[in-house]
Structure formats: structure tokens, C-alpha cells
T-cell receptor, first 112, second 112 residues
Framework: NAGVMQNPRHLVRRRGQEARLRCSPMKGHSHVYWYRQLPEEGLKFMVYLQKENIIDESGMPKERFSAEFPKEGPSILRIQQVVRGDSAAYFC??????????FGPGTRLTVT | RKEVEQDPGPFNVPEGATVAFNCTYSNSASQSFFWYRQDCRKEPKLLMS???SGNEDGRFTAQLNRASQYISLLIRDSKLSDSATYLC?????????????FGPGTSLSVIP
């Protein structure tokens, strides 16, 4: 059973470009979570999704950020018009239920 | 009071030492507790769940004190490979789904 997959592992974007991060949950997991971790800081919850539904987006910035988890395919975290402050590690986690979460290796976004 | 609090450390201990971390939580209705470890620039990994009666996994012992609302992690005979950040995770209980909160983490360095 493959673990949580994230791609790309590293992403470099210039200010103003769009960043698209993908997450494929573990087989059989229907819950997906996205977290952001700034250098030397803790994990910050962003959004929780189930298939085709956003359950909790209380941690998402109001603008430029969106997430989806379509019926088919990976979950996508999209950041439009990136700024330098968006540079961080973005982790995706999946779960068969709402408690134990299994993390992917993360995508490290660098905005130049 | 923050929902989940941890002493950030760093804890610097010699190999072979015993070290203990505490984590306090604010919601007395919380029912599920976990410890994760995160190595530098890697994803968090589930270390162990914390059960009401306490549980042990090799050199690691986790305990729950509901009256004082804290959980603890004890590491015996520390190894160099135990160096990491240890994250306490607690469910919130009062949300519409089983939301968990990650603590800020406690940094451990085991030195030769």
C-alpha cells in the first residue's frame, strides 16, 4: 500500500505566478488535510476535504488559496498570484477516518 | 490559553538518558491523543496513540492525565536517532467533525 504521494516535491515560482500542489491519499482513505509549515515554525492547518466536499477551510487565507478533492484524481491546493510569504513546506495528510493522519513528504514552495 | 501547548525546548540530552515531554490541552472533552515525530525537513510521522490506561512501545511510554489535562511521552535509553521534534496531537471534540490540533512541538537533541 503506497503512502501519501505529493508532487512536485520542490516547486519554484516567481511572484505573481500560480502554484498547483497535488496530493494522492493512501488507498482507501477518503479524508485529506492540507497543512502549511513556515521555516522554524509549527504545522498550521489549512483545509480538510472529503471527496468532492470541503469540510473545514477555516485555516485557508481568504484570498488566492483554494483546494479541491474531485471524485477522480488527486487533491489539489492552488495558490494564485504567489508572493514571497507563501514560501513554505505544504504537507498533505490522509486518513481513513478523522483521527490518525498519515502525511505525505510535502511540497517545498519557493517564491522568487 | 492555547488549545495545545508544549515546551518548545530544545531538550539536549546525552545518549542513554531518559527524557520526558509534557503536553497540555484546554478542552476537557478531548478523547483522542497522539504523539508524532518530525525529523528536520521531513513530514510528521505517527509515533503512537495515547490510551487512557497508558501504553508502551519499546523505549517509548505515553500517559494521559485527564484530571490535569496533559499527556506525556517518556523516552528511555535515548538514541542519537531519537533527535527530532515531537508533536502532541489532540482532538477538539466540540467541532462538527473530529478535528485534531497539532501542538507546536518539542525539539529533542540527543548528543553523543
Amino acid at each position: 500500500n503506497a503512502g501519501v504521494m505529493q508532487n512536485p516535491r520542490h516547486l519554484v515560482r516567481r511572484r505573481g505566478q500560480e502554484a498547483r500542489l497535488r496530493c494522492s491519499p493512501m488507498k482507501g482513505h477518503s479524508h485529506v488535510y492540507w497543512y502549511r509549515q513556515l521555516p522554524e515554525e509549527g504545522l498550521k492547518f489549512m483545509v480538510y476535504l472529503q471527496k468532492e466536499n470541503i469540510i473545514d477551510e477555516s485555516g485557508m487565507p481568504k484570498e488566492r488559496f483554494s483546494a479541491e478533492f474531485p471524485k477522480e484524481g488527486p487533491s489539489i491546493l492552488r495558490i494564485q498570484q504567489v508572493v514571497r510569504g507563501d514560501s513554505a513546506a505544504y504537507f498533505c495528510a490522509s486518513s481513513p477516518h478523522s483521527y490518525e493522519q498519515y502525511f505525505g513528504p510535502g511540497t517545498r514552495l519557493t517564491v522568487t | 490559553r492555547k488549545e495545545v501547548e508544549q515546551d518548545p525546548g530544545p531538550f539536549n540530552v546525552p545518549e542513554g538518558a531518559t527524557v520526558a515531554f509534557n503536553c497540555t490541552y484546554s478542552n476537557s472533552a478531548s478523547q483522542s491523543f497522539f504523539w508524532y515525530r518530525q525529523d528536520c525537513r521531513k513530514e510528521p510521522k505517527l509515533l503512537m496513540s495515547v490510551y487512557s490506561s497508558g501504553n508502551e512501545d519499546g523505549r517509548f511510554t505515553a500517559q494521559l492525565n485527564r484530571a490535569s489535562q496533559y499527556i506525556s511521552l517518556l523516552i528511555r535509553d535515548s538514541k542519537l536517532s531519537d533527535s527530532a521534534t515531537y508533536l502532541c496531537v489532540v482532538n477538539m471534540a466540540e467541532t462538527s467533525y473530529d478535528k485534531v490540533i497539532f501542538g507546536p512541538g518539542t525539539s529533542l537533541s540527543v548528543i553523543p
